[in-house]
C-alpha cells in the first residue's frame, strides 16, 4: 500500500502538531506539538478538556494571591497543564507561549518565561522538552537571546520577515515559525489575486529564509507555520519542521498521492544573498519598511493579546463561583 502524504512529509520533515487539544496529537503522531493563546482557550471551551482548567483552579485557590497576579499564575499554570499533558503523547518538545502583552518587554518576557521554565521542571519536564514562544520584535528577540545562554531554548514566533529571521539567527535563538498562512493572507488581500504552490508569497518567504540559513550553516531550525492550505505544505516539504493543524494533517492521512522533497540544507547559487545587518537601527528600519511584515506582526500581537484577555476573563468568572 501506497505511503500517505503524511508519511512521506515525515521522511524529509519534522512533522508538528499546532494544536491544544492533545488527544487530536494522539492520531497523527508528531514529533513536537505547539500551543498559543488561541488555541488554548479554544481548548478550555471543550467539555473533554475542562477538567484541566478545573484541576489548576484547586491547586491554585490557596496561592495567596489576588487580582491579576492571581489569574496571572492560574494562567501560566494551566498552560504549563496542558504542555505537560502534551508532552506524554509527543516524544520531542513542546512550544508554550508567554503573554503577547510582553512583546516589547524584554525583561518582562525573561521574568514569564523563567517561571515557565521553573513550572515545568517542577513537574519533571527537562528543558530539552520545553521551547518557549516569543513574539519577534527587536525586545522579543533580545529576551531570546539571553534565555538561550541559560539554557531556555526559544521559539520566535509572529515571524514574517528575513530581516526578523536573521536577527533570530545571529541571537543563537532554537528555533523560527514563519507565518506562511499570514504572509498569504496579507498579498491575497493586498493584490486581489490569489496564489498557488511555489509563487505563494509565504511559500517565497520561508524558502528564502531557509536557504539564507542554509548558505551560512546557522543552527537555528526552521518551521513553516499557519498553513492555509495543503499545497503551502507541500511546497515545503523538506523544511526542518512545519507545525500543521489537525485538519491539514487529517488531509495529508487521507492523500496518497506522490510527495516529493522541495527544500534541500544545501543552498542554489540564486539564494546566495548578502549578510543582512542585524544591529537595532538596521533592524527597526528594515522592518518598518516591510509593510506585510509590520502590519501582520502588529495584527499578531493583538490577536493572541485579544485570546489571552477572553481566557482571563474566563478564569475570572470561575473564580468568582
Wanted: overall charge neutral.
Amino acid at each position: 500500500m501506497k505511503k500517505s502524504q503524511l508519511e512521506q512529509l515525515k521522511e524529509y520533515t519534522k512533522v508538528v502538531a499546532d494544536t491544544g487539544d492533545f488527544k487530536l496529537i494522539t492520531e497523527f503522531k508528531p514529533q513536537d506539538a505547539t500551543t498559543n493563546p488561541s488555541l488554548i482557550y479554544e481548548a478550555t471551551q471543550k467539555e473533554q478538556y475542562k477538567y484541566l482548567l478545573e484541576e489548576v483552579l484547586v491547586d491554585r485557590r490557596h496561592s495567596g494571591l489576588q487580582g491579576a497576579a492571581q489569574v496571572a499564575d492560574i494562567i501560566d499554570h494551566l498552560l504549563v497543564k496542558f504542555g505537560c499533558e502534551i508532552l506524554r503523547i509527543v516524544p520531542g518538545r513542546v512550544s508554550t507561549e508567554t503573554d503577547a502583552r510582553l512583546s516589547f518587554d524584554r525583561d518582562g518576557a525573561i521574568d514569564k518565561a523563567r517561571k515557565l521554565i521553573n513550572l515545568y521542571e517542577k513537574q519533571g519536564i527537562t528543558r530539552d522538552r520545553v521551547l518557549i514562544k516569543i513574539a519577534s520584535t527587536w525586545e522579543g528577540i533580545a529576551a531570546a537571546e539571553k534565555l538561550q545562554k541559560e539554557g531556555i531554548k526559544c521559539n520566535m514566533t509572529l515571524l514574517f520577515s528575513l530581516t526578523q529571521a536573521a536577527r533570530c539567527a545571529a541571537a543563537q535563538v532554537q528555533l523560527i515559525s514563519p507565518f506562511v498562512g499570514r504572509i498569504y493572507d496579507w498579498f491575497k488581500a493586498e493584490n486581489k489575486r490569489d496564489y498557488q504552490g511555489a509563487e505563494d508569497p509565504g511559500v517565497q518567504s520561508v524558502t528564502e529564509i531557509y536557504h539564507y540559513y542554509k548558505a551560512r550553516d546557522y543552527k537555528t531550525e526552521v518551521m513553516g507555520a499557519s498553513f492555509r492550505n495543503l499545497g503551502q505544505i507541500i511546497e515545503l516539504s523538506g523544511c526542518d519542521l512545519l507545525t500543521i493543524s489537525p485538519g491539514l494533517m487529517k488531509q495529508l492521512s487521507a492523500s496518497r498521492e506522490p510527495l516529493e522533497r522541495k527544500l534541500f540544507p544545501h543552498a542554489p547559487a540564486d539564494h546566495q544573498e548578502a549578510n543582512i545587518k542585524t544591529d537595532e537601527k538596521h533592524f527597526r528600519y528594515a522592518l518598518n519598511d516591510n509593510a506585510m511584515a509590520t502590519e501582520k506582526l502588529a495584527e499578531g500581537i493583538r490577536k493572541f493579546t485579544t485570546d489571552t484577555l477572553k481566557l482571563e476573563q474566563y478564569i475570572i468568572s470561575k473564580i468568582g463561583r
